[in-house]
């Protein structure tokens, strides 16, 4: 039997590529309009059962049907987010001390002319 291979430990910073970008907004939005139809399905069942808080439950479900869609198309087209500080979070400040720009300087000297 085998077994499915570990992701190998990312060592760059670069962004993830364009394939799996896109691959995991499909996914995102297949699962959102998914939902949508889940709302249409229970809509029209409760229409035709006649069920109770028929007031209640058919503009929730009216409300997911217009809202869904919106919001998978504007997360689909959407990039994921920068991580620019990938590797920050399992580094404690006692590992690095933080880095300055400039060394510290003396204060400047004032000469008289006088």
Excluded at 38 to 50: F, N, P, Y
């Amino acid at each position: 039997m085998r077994r499915k291979a570990a992701r190998p430990i990312l060592i760059t910073d670069a962004d993830r590529s364009q394939a799996d970008q896109l691959r995991s907004r499909q996914v995102r939005y297949v699962l959102m309009m998914s939902v949508r139809g889940v709302c249409l399905l229970v809509a029209a069942i409760l229409v035709g059962t006649k069920a109770p808080l028929l007031w209640l439950w058919l503009p929730l479900c009216l409300l997911g049907m217009v809202l869904i869609p919106w919001l998978a198309v504007l997360l689909a087209n959407d990039r994921p987010p920068k991580e620019q500080y990938r590797f920050r979070h399992n580094r404690t400040e006692a590992d690095e001390p933080p880095q300055q720009a400039l060394p510290d300087a003396s204060p400047p000297k004032t000469i008289d002319a006088d």
